[in-house]
């Protein structure tokens, strides 16, 4: 299944391969680093990203540390089969490693050609601005792309935060659960289904999310929106991929997909693309009710 899904990804223009070292105890950069090889594809004709930070039980063996990234990176290039990868990830959940640290870290593992360029994940606006200064007075590598979470529910950081660093100093965004763990899509609209993730072990947060106060407004605005995307001839994940899509400085949406199916349908979200006029988008903002305000601009006006 993962290698129809891949091929159909690639065969329909996608260019992108993301995981990382805690994805399946490191399966997955094996699984697609033997899809790679068999299939034979030019290496310049993709891109392969991966993230750092979980890599075993060890106390060496996660975290930001120097010794964790490139003993870390060197692993999954192992499981990858790949001389390289396009784009390293710190995944900042590491609160006691030196920014300097983690920057030269970054640094030198572009420099050996072990990647390309480094990313940020999970890292709040601060951090990120914090890694750029570090880089830019010890002349180091500053990070390309932050990977952030974006979907109808949680808009605040991609919409107003990165966009000011996307400005100032050319940070893009690659967004994550487009469709908020399934919870777009409608399929929770009448409960919880047997096969979902919310019945999965080690997702209980998903199905106290479903049933808290919150969730039961979410799960009404979503069924608005089921009816904004009958109208666009369109199905609910597409429209909400095709939302995250619209937004600035967002350079590419991660999707995560179980099937040919499923990809087929979530790359629809491109012709529904071209339909999110101005108008459509702020009705949608009024529907959601939730669009962030850049009280600073608020301020200056």
Request: charged share 25%; glycine share 8%; net charge neutral.
């Amino acid at each position: 299944m993962a290698e129809s899904v891949l091929t159909l990804a690639y065969d329909s223009g996608v260019n992108l391969f993301d995981t990382a070292e805690i994805y399946a105890s490191g399966r997955a950069e094996t699984t697609l680093g033997n899809i790679l090889k068999k299939k034979g594809w030019r290496r310049s004709s993709y891109v392969v990203t991966t993230k750092i930070y979980w890599g075993g039980q060890a106390e060496t063996e996660r975290g930001l540390s120097r010794k964790h990234i490139i003993e870390g990176l060197r692993g999954s290039l192992c499981r990858l089969q790949l001389d390289y990868v396009d784009v390293v990830f710190a995944n900042r959940n590491d609160i006691n490693t030196p920014m300097e640290e983690i920057v030269r870290a970054m640094t030198f593992v572009i420099d050996q050609g072990l990647a390309i360029y480094w990313g940020t994940s999970r890292w709040n606006a601060v951090e990120i601005m914090e890694a750029y200064s570090v880089a830019r007075q010890f002349n180091l590598i500053p990070p390309v792309c932050e990977q952030a979470e974006y979907h109808y529910f949680q808009r605040e950081k991609v919409e107003l935060q990165l966009p000011e660093l996307y400005h100032k100093i050319g940070v893009g965004a690659m967004t994550w659960s487009p469709l908020a763990c399934g919870l777009l899509t409608g399929k929770y609209n009448e409960g919880v289904p047997e096969s979902s993730r919310a019945t999965m072990t080690g997702y209980s947060w998903l199905k106290e999310r479903l049933f808290s106060e919150d969730g039961k407004k979410q799960l009404s605005k979503i069924k608005d929106l089921l009816l904004l995307a009958v109208r666009l001839n369109c199905t609910p994940a597409q429209l909400a991929i095709a939302w995250c899509l619209r937004s600035e400085g967002v350079s590419s949406v991660l999707l995560g997909v179980s099937n040919t199916e499923q990809l087929l349908e979530n790359l629809g979200a491109l012709r529904v693309l071209c339909q999110l006029t101005p108008p459509l988008i702020t009705e949608m903002d009024e529907l959601l009710g939730n669009k962030p305000r850049n009280l600073k601009k608020e301020v200056r006006s």
